[in-house]
């Protein structure tokens, strides 16, 4: 199977890293000097199973991979708009994107049904860039567990043992072909299943996120580190009770409760990706994790004021660093 991740930074070359070990032809879009690292001396992931070294066909350019049978994108949401610009070589007639991403996606309406069914989000596909250069039919949603960093260029470390990828269809079908992905991750040695409820892990990955994300854009530390303090736990209890009553109102009971949700990040020693790009300057996926699920929350008439206050907060600093444009969520 030939597959191509869009976006080979830290969560994508762990990616490519696990598809090469469970027999993929893998290529990878990736730029700058990871690029030109991984040119030279190919992929190298440090994990807890040990080094694994590949050497994926490597390009800042699609057009010189070809049609690929599955495309795994792991770019940051404000990248999404160059995804849809620069993808088209990669496709075939056949060929599947996974979109293996934080936060709400771009095609989270699509499949739902109800009168909420093909409803658009400009913020993550602004102009439908995406819906018109991929189209819903190839798309594939996605989520990872994987802690990991770019320690150097073509050198990815990971966290932990903790690791899974879960892939599911928007509108719930099967799939034999995201059924071949995913068994070559496993077979890699990243676990992977795929899903008839892909929402309802979206909504699982997306608890982290919320607790995390505006902590420790504020406190500028692990989320460890941040919930040592104990006023900064109980907010961040406080959090995960009202992002898992917005589950709720969709209709996603999440298993676990907000408090075993916080001891758990109490023990991930780990820089959230938001507040990584933050620190290196990159553009933030402020809408995707915090505007969205903000406002999602106000259409259902669920009260978030934990959620709201500090997020305002974390959108403040956002923006003083140049790298988010704040939006009006509507109440």
């Known amino acids: 199977m030939k597959v191509c991740v869009f976006g080979a930074g830290a969560i994508g070359g762990h990616l490519a890293a696990r598809l090469a070990r469970g027999g993929a032809e893998v290529s990878v ?3 700058g000097a990871h690029l030109a690292a991984m040119r030279d001396k190919g992929l190298l992931v440090r994990a807890h199973d040990g080094d694994h070294h590949s050497r994926p066909h490597a390009s800042a350019d699609p057009a010189e991979l070809g049609p690929q049978d599955a495309v795994v994108v792991t770019v940051k949401a404000p990248a999404l708009p160059g995804v849809a610009a620069g993808i088209a070589p990669l496709l075939g007639p056949d060929t599947i994107v996974a979109f293996v991403m934080n936060g709400i996606p771009w095609w989270y309406y699509d499949g739902i049904g109800g009168g909420l069914e093909g409803r658009r989000i400009p913020e993550l596909d602004p102009g439908d860039a995406l819906r018109n250069a991929i189209g819903i039919a190839r798309s594939i949603g996605g989520v990872v567990y994987s802690a990991c960093t770019v320690v150097e260029p073509g050198v990815v470390q990971t966290e932990n043992a903790d690791i899974r990828v879960i892939l599911g269809r928007p509108d719930g ?14 077979a890699g040695g990243m676990p992977c299943s795929v899903t008839p409820d892909i929402r309802g892990a979206v909504w699982g990955k997306l608890m982290g996120n919320l607790t995390s994300a505006p902590l420790c854009i504020l406190s500028r530390r692990t989320m460890k580190e941040t919930l040592t303090n104990p006023v900064v736990r109980a907010a961040a209890v406080r959090i ?3 992002g898992t009553a917005i589950a709720k109102a969709l209709g996603h009971d999440l298993t676990q409760t907000p408090e075993q949700r916080i001891t758990r990040s109490a023990g991930i020693d780990h820089k959230p990706s938001i507040l990584q790009d933050l620190e290196l300057g990159r553009a933030m996926e402020v809408d995707a994790i915090l505007t969205l699920p903000l406002r999602l929350a106000h259409e259902l008439a669920v009260p978030v004021p934990t959620l709201e206050m500090l997020s305002g907060l974390a959108m403040h600093a956002a923006a003083a660093a140049g790298l988010y444009a704040p939006r009006e969520v509507a109440h």
Do not use: F, N, S
């Not at 799939?175 to 991750?185: G, P």
């Open 240 to 242: 995960a009770a009202e």
């Open 173 to 186: 079908q099967p799939d034999a072909r995201a059924e071949r992905l995913a068994a070559l991750m496993t």
């Open 29 to 31: 879009v990736a730029r």
